[in-house]
């Protein structure tokens, strides 16, 4: 788990108010619940205590203690109940005190008299750790005697509802808060979905697709400004691409005329004059400079033409393990000069839709890179396939290799692994530029994987055309020319 991404964090920070939230939930349910019962147990002391003085004190003149007594052990049953009661009368002291509750919570004669302020709720601490409430109140009867009447019932009554409580909160507070943490988490991921989504797409746009754009979702929210944006950026970058591309095109294409003027008057002057023959060397080999760099303006131009979009590319249906099969024919000879031997491998009716020339130009320039970067007696094999629904193409030979710092490059333009000899053998590192712009130009891709003194394997993936002119059902035959 990634402790620092934006869903754990959120996914903490929503747990951890939680928790506080709840926490301050459970102490003001507990502080409020201990205040009410506290209250109620007053009131209900006092309403005794009004009872004892109102309807059994005033009575008393005519009846005895033992009547009192009588009354209030069958109202209360201080025994059973665990109740304290006591009647204090002035100047005669205790005239009734209710006897020691059957449990033994407490001893009613060792609780002391209220000190001087004698009316009100208090609360003791006996000795052996309980709590007792105990209201207080003072009566006199019609005759001016004085009674002070007291009720008390052990504090703990409250005290098991509280611990019941915090029972209940400690039992379910973790259970609620998990529950919470999991919601959270799965809800964070749904939010955060759609910035997955966003990313994916923008990984996916690369310099060959800045066409495309990130999804934008009408939500109105800060997810929609941010694609918003971001797909502003794409297009300003996509005008200075195209910018850049309008340029190498119109400069190669500016470049083309005087080039030709050029070869023509050269060729003329090679043609139409008898030099001398240091002369004739010199402008020969001009000739040969105006012929190269005619080919690399024509490379750019194409190159230019094709990433811009603007190159017209001719597309039919058409069978790439023929042309693969068709364009290593014509490679043949080449192979032959090296004694390498060139084998072609094709599944039949692997069918794409493109253009002819083009694509045979991608083949052609794998197989030649294959066989110039390949020692004599070497091997290379062409091979075209049906895989995972792509029409996959792939020249692999047991060359020279490509070191790896150099793999990541070979796409580039004029890029080349060893420049004198790439230059020697006429190459100016374009070729495999040429290839990647023609397979982005049919939607697919190119890729290479190489080992330095082992070999390489260039790899071209194309979008399967759905039927082919041919009328033979697709197969998976594999037809091996050596
Ligand atoms: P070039 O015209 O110089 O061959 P490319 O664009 O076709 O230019 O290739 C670029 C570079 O990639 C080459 O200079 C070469 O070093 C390397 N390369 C291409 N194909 C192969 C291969 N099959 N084996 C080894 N190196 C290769």
Not at 117 to 133: F, S, T
Not at 375 to 388: I, K, L, R, T, Y
């Given at each position: 788990?990634?402790?620092?991404?934006?869903?754990?964090?959120?996914?903490?920070?929503?747990?951890?108010?939680?928790?506080?939230?709840?926490?301050?939930?459970?102490?003001?349910?507990?502080?409020?619940?201990?205040?009410?019962?506290?209250?109620?147990?007053?009131?209900?002391?006092?309403?005794?205590?009004?009872?004892?003085?109102?309807?059994?004190?005033?009575?008393?003149?005519?009846?005895?203690?033992?009547?009192?007594?009588?009354?209030?052990?069958?109202?209360?049953?201080?025994?059973?109940?665990?109740?304290?009661?006591?009647?204090?009368?002035?100047?005669?002291?205790?005239?009734?005190?209710?006897?020691?509750?059957?449990?033994?919570?407490?001893?009613?004669?060792?609780?002391?008299?209220?000190?001087?302020?004698?009316?009100?709720?208090?609360?003791?601490?006996?000795?052996?750790?309980?709590?007792?409430?105990?209201?207080?109140?003072?009566?006199?009867?019609?005759?001016?005697?004085?009674?002070?009447?007291?009720?008390?019932?052990?504090?703990?009554?409250?005290?098991?509802?509280?611990?019941?409580?915090?029972?209940?909160?400690?039992?379910?507070?973790?259970?609620?808060?998990?529950?919470?943490?999991?919601?959270?988490?799965?809800?964070?991921?749904?939010?955060?979905?759609?910035?997955?989504?966003?990313?994916?797409?923008?990984?996916?746009?690369?310099?060959?697709?800045?066409?495309?754009?990130?999804?934008?979702?009408?939500?109105?929210?800060?997810?929609?400004?941010?694609?918003?944006?971001?797909?502003?950026?794409?297009?300003?970058?996509?005008?200075?691409?195209?910018?850049?591309?309008?340029?190498?095109?119109?400069?190669?294409?500016?470049?083309?005329?005087?080039?030709?003027?050029?070869?023509?008057?050269?060729?003329?002057?090679?043609?139409?004059?008898?030099?001398?023959?240091?002369?004739?060397?010199?402008?020969?080999?001009?000739?040969?400079?105006?012929?190269?760099?005619?080919?690399?303006?024509?490379?750019?131009?194409?190159?230019?033409?094709?990433?811009?979009?603007?190159?017209?590319?001719?597309?039919?249906?058409?069978?790439l393990s023929?042309l693969a099969t068709s364009t290593a024919d014509e490679m043949r000879v080449l192979a032959q000069e090296k004694?390498i031997l060139l084998r072609t491998s094709t599944?039949?009716?692997?069918?794409?839709?493109?253009?002819?020339?083009?694509l045979q130009q991608v083949i052609a320039n794998l197989m030649d890179n294959a066989i110039k970067y390949t020692?004599?007696?070497g091997a290379v094999e062409v091979s075209v396939?049906?895989?995972?629904?792509?029409?996959?193409l792939e020249v692999v030979d047991n060359g020279?290799?490509?070191?790896?710092?150099?793999?990541?490059?070979?796409?580039?333009?004029?890029?080349?692994?060893?420049?004198?000899?790439?230059?020697?053998s006429?190459g100016?590192?374009?070729g495999l530029?040429i290839a990647?712009?023609i397979?982005?130009?049919?939607?697919?891709?190119i890729?290479v994987?190489?080992?330095?003194?082992?070999g390489s394997c260039f790899r071209v993936?194309?979008?399967?055309?759905?039927?082919?002119?041919?009328?033979?059902?697709?197969?998976?035959?594999?037809?091996?020319t050596?």
């Amino acid at each position: 788990m990634n402790f620092r991404s934006l869903r754990f964090r959120m996914t903490a920070w929503y747990a951890g108010l939680l928790v506080g939230a709840l926490l301050a939930f459970g102490v003001s349910v507990y502080l409020g619940l201990e205040g009410y019962l506290d209250w109620t147990l007053q009131a209900m002391l006092a309403s005794e205590c009004r009872t004892i003085g109102t309807e059994l004190l005033s009575q008393l003149p005519g009846k005895n203690r033992g009547w009192l007594e009588t009354e209030i052990n069958e109202a209360y049953a201080p025994e059973v109940n665990a109740r304290f009661i006591r009647v204090n009368r002035e100047r005669m002291g205790v005239i009734y005190i209710s006897r020691a509750p059957k449990d033994g919570a407490f001893d009613p004669s060792q609780i002391p008299s209220p000190g001087g302020r004698n009316d009100g709720a208090r609360r003791i601490r006996l000795e052996n750790g309980q709590q007792l409430l105990i209201n207080a109140m003072r009566f006199t009867t019609p005759d001016g005697s004085q009674f002070l009447v007291e009720s008390g019932i052990p504090y703990q009554r409250i005290q098991v509802v509280l611990h019941g409580l915090l029972l209940t909160l400690a039992i379910y507070t973790p259970f609620v808060v998990f529950l919470a943490i999991g919601g959270g988490y799965w809800l964070m991921r749904r939010s955060l979905r759609p910035v997955d989504e966003i990313t994916e797409r923008a990984e996916g746009i690369t310099s060959s697709n800045l066409s495309e754009r990130l999804p934008v979702i009408r939500t109105g929210d800060e997810l929609e400004r941010l694609s918003v944006a971001l797909n502003r950026m794409i297009a300003r970058l996509e005008d200075a691409f195209q910018h850049i591309n309008r340029f190498s095109a119109d400069a190669s294409h500016e470049l083309r005329t005087p080039l030709t003027i050029l070869q023509l008057e050269l060729e003329g002057i090679v043609n139409n004059h008898s030099l001398s023959g240091s002369l004739e060397e010199q402008i020969v080999s001009a000739l040969e400079e105006t012929h190269r760099m005619s080919r690399i303006v024509e490379s750019l131009l194409t190159i230019s033409r094709l990433d811009a979009g603007e190159a017209k590319l001719d597309r039919s249906r058409l069978d790439l393990s023929g042309l693969a099969t068709s364009t290593a024919d014509e490679m043949r000879v080449l192979a032959q000069e090296k004694s390498i031997l060139l084998r072609t491998s094709t599944e039949e009716n692997v069918c794409v839709q493109g253009d002819r020339t083009r694509l045979q130009q991608v083949i052609a320039n794998l197989m030649d890179n294959a066989i110039k970067y390949t020692q004599e007696g070497g091997a290379v094999e062409v091979s075209v396939q049906n895989q995972g629904g792509k029409a996959v193409l792939e020249v692999v030979d047991n060359g020279v290799g490509i070191p790896a710092t150099a793999i990541g490059h070979v796409f580039e333009r004029f890029y080349r692994v060893d420049k004198a000899r790439s230059r020697a053998s006429g190459g100016a590192g374009l070729g495999l530029s040429i290839a990647k712009s023609i397979c982005g130009a049919h939607s697919g891709e190119i890729s290479v994987s190489s080992e330095e003194g082992r070999g390489s394997c260039f790899r071209v993936e194309l979008p399967l055309s759905a039927i082919c002119d041919s009328t033979e059902p697709a197969t998976l035959l594999r037809k091996v020319t050596p």
